[in-house]
């Protein structure tokens, strides 16, 4: 069980980013895959149980993509439904950007696809900061909405359950597969941000997929021992996460001149629902002001905060001009936290 206790960090905090951006989100839609695995079926292949997982982290099932479906489907998916609901074509876009760290191939990027998909040959591209990845990506997506002429859809798009290891039973039961998307929109009065973003890359193998890439190529040897599939020091990445949530989601309150209490909702990035607590509890957020999704979803990685904003507009949980506080924590190390105002539409 973990302990509570600080963490060494060997970096200094960067400043805080004051900018906030004129941009609203202006549609959000989100797709999850139709198969769900609950807790039980993996007690049938795993040295796990129900309860263990329940009382550890909160997830009760996560859904899973067909054998035929990857992250740019995924992501397609949860952008027609982005544009169906700001009632725009992919034509008006000016810029997509998909974040995403299970792109479909390591080499192109998983966006053009996804723009193709679309049927427009708009900019596309992909940010890779791990589960902090759509907090970055409203960083620079919202830039790009704010400098444009017309909209910029952000996608959050993951399929985590393609790269655990089914037999690692301290991962297997994390992660599940989904995507969201927004419609991001210059508009006068609309506010996102200040932005809190960083990252510490002194130990990578916290959590990573180490034989992936170049710096350790996934040669036959690896395949067969099961190296390109994720690993990671659960405690550890526990506490970094609680700390860094929780200093990124002060940071920008502080920057905003804000209270906790003028805050009315928090997303925080779904990967444990103690995690959330923790972090709640520190901020002095009541936990019914903490919108939680991971019973449900799992961990989508940089799809579980857009996830969760759709799932709190769609349970009436989002009012007009509800201020929303969003902190992630991601492999890297990386973490980052804003602030958005709802826009309700008609
Ligand atoms: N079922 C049953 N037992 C399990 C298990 C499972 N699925 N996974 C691990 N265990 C066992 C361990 O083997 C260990 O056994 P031992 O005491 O005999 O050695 C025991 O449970 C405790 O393991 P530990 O890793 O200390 O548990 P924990 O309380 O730290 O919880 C996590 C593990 C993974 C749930 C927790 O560390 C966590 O959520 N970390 C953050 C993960 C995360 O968010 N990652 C993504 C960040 S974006």
Do not use: K
């Not at 696809?113 to 427009?120: E, F, N, R």
């Amino acid at each position: 069980m973990i302990v509570d206790t600080p963490v060494a960090t060997t970096s200094a905090a960067p400043a805080v980013d004051r900018t906030v951006l004129p941009v609203a989100v202006a549609g959000l839609g989100a797709y999850l895959p139709a198969r769900t695995v609950d807790n039980e079926e993996l007690t049938r292949r795993l040295d796990t149980s129900d309860t263990w997982i329940r009382t550890r982290t909160g997830i009760g099932r996560r859904h899973t993509a067909g054998p035929d479906e990857a992250t740019s489907d995924l992501a397609l998916a949860a952008a027609r439904a982005a544009l169906l609901d700001a009632g725009l074509d992919a034509t008006e876009l000016r810029a997509l950007v998909v974040a995403t760290c299970t792109p479909d191939h390591l080499l192109p990027a998983t966006a053009p696809l996804v723009a193709a998909g679309l049927g427009t040959s708009i900019a596309a591209f992909d940010v890779n900061a791990a589960c902090s990845g759509f907090v970055y990506g409203l960083r620079v997506a919202g830039a790009l909405a704010a400098t444009t002429d017309g909209p910029v859809l952000l996608i959050g798009a993951e399929t985590l359950t393609r790269i655990v290891d089914p037999a690692d039973r301290g991962t297997a039961i994390l992660f599940g597969d989904g995507a969201a998307a927004v419609v991001l929109v210059a508009e006068e009065g609309a506010a996102l941000g200040p932005f809190d973003l960083g990252s510490d890359g002194d130990d990578p193998s916290m959590l990573w997929a180490a034989a992936t890439g170049t710096r350790y190529p996934p040669t036959p040897a690896r395949l067969v021992a099961g190296e390109h599939f994720l690993t990671m020091r659960g405690s550890d990445v526990y506490r970094h996460a609680v700390l860094r949530m929780t200093a990124s989601a002060t940071a920008v309150l502080e920057a905003a001149g804000i209270a906790i209490e003028d805050v009315d909702l928090f997303i925080g990035h779904q990967a444990n629902a103690r995690i959330l607590a923790g972090v709640a509890e520190r901020l002095g957020l009541p936990q019914e002001r903490s919108h939680v999704t991971i019973d449900r979803h799992g961990n989508t990685s940089a799809a579980s905060i857009p996830l969760a904003l759709a799932d709190a507009r769609d349970t009436g949980r989002l009012r007009d001009g509800d201020r929303v506080l969003v902190a992630a924590f991601g492999a890297g190390l990386t973490w980052g936290a804003t602030l958005l105002t709802w826009r309700a539409r008609p």
